[in-house]
T-cell receptor, first 112, second 112 residues
Framework: GESVGLHLPTLSVQEGDNSIINCAYS??????FIWYKQESGKGPQFIID?????DKRQGQRVTVLLNKTVKHLSLQIAATQPGDSAVYFC???????????FGKGTMLLVSP | GAGVSQSPSNKVTEKGKDVELRCDPI?????LYWYRQSLGQGLEFLIY????????KSGLPSDRFSAERTGGSVSTLTIQRTQQEDSAVYLC??????????FGDGTRLSIL
């Protein structure tokens, strides 16, 4: 079946840098996308979402960009902090369907 | 406020035993989901409940897995005759219609 995948399994940055985590999706019918952050021993925590009628959405220190032409999603984290160290998952959904399809995740490591 | 609560947080059992995992969703959330996460992997959908509708069981890996949701609130995931490949973190999520899923911290299941 179609799936969501990530380009980089691990991303190492210095504190204060901006981080970009990428995600490719293959289901052209997907119209809702979510980024989750998962810390060790915890469940995934919602960060930000975007619907397919948008190409950019901003939150607090985070921005999600959606490029439907190339089926690419990215999460930008500004001024990355050690507390941002975690595994980040993108997930896709077709509105009206029940399930999310998750990618395998990218580990973000932030050095002080 | 109260989030999704799962119990137990850890469960160790012998191969062949049955296990029950519990999920208390966020109050007012009509949708409830179970996922399985193997080490270093993304989330694998298992089952979905929405209100009083018949559950979507399409992700259950075998007939040893079952789940129920009583009174539209608490859910129990049961695994019968556990196998070593059942070892994983079992995550529960809940949501309101059209809103992101919110996850509990999971039950880490280890089959000896």
């Amino acid at each position: 079946g179609e799936s969501v995948g990530l380009h980089l399994p691990t991303l190492s940055v210095q504190e204060g840098d901006n981080s970009i985590i990428n995600c490719a999706y293959s289901n052209s019918a997907s119209d809702y996308f979510i980024w989750y952050k998962q810390e060790s021993g915890k469940g995934p925590q919602f960060i930000i979402d975007i619907r397919s009628n948008m190409d950019k959405r901003q939150g607090q220190r985070v921005t999600v960009l959606l490029n439907k032409t190339v089926k690419h999603l990215s999460l930008q984290i500004a001024a990355t902090q050690p507390g941002d160290s975690a595994v980040y998952f993108c997930a896709e959904n077709i509105v009206g369907y029940s399930t999310l399809t998750f990618g395998k995740g990218t580990m973000l490591l932030v050095s002080p | 406020g109260a989030g999704v609560s799962q119990s137990p947080s850890n469960k160790v059992t012998e191969k062949g035993k049955d296990v029950e995992l519990r999920c208390d969703p966020i109050s007012g959330h009509t949708a409830l989901y179970w996922y399985r996460q193997s080490l270093g992997q993304g989330l694998e959908f298992l089952i979905y409940f929405q209100g009083n509708s018949a559950p979507d069981k399409s992700g259950l890996p075998s007939d040893r897995f079952s789940a129920e949701r009583t009174g539209g609130s608490v859910s129990t995931l049961t695994i019968q005759r556990t196998q070593q490949e059942d070892s994983a973190v079992y995550l529960c999520a809940s949501s309101r219609p059209g809103s992101p899923q919110h996850f509990g911290d999971g039950t880490r299941l280890s089959i000896l």
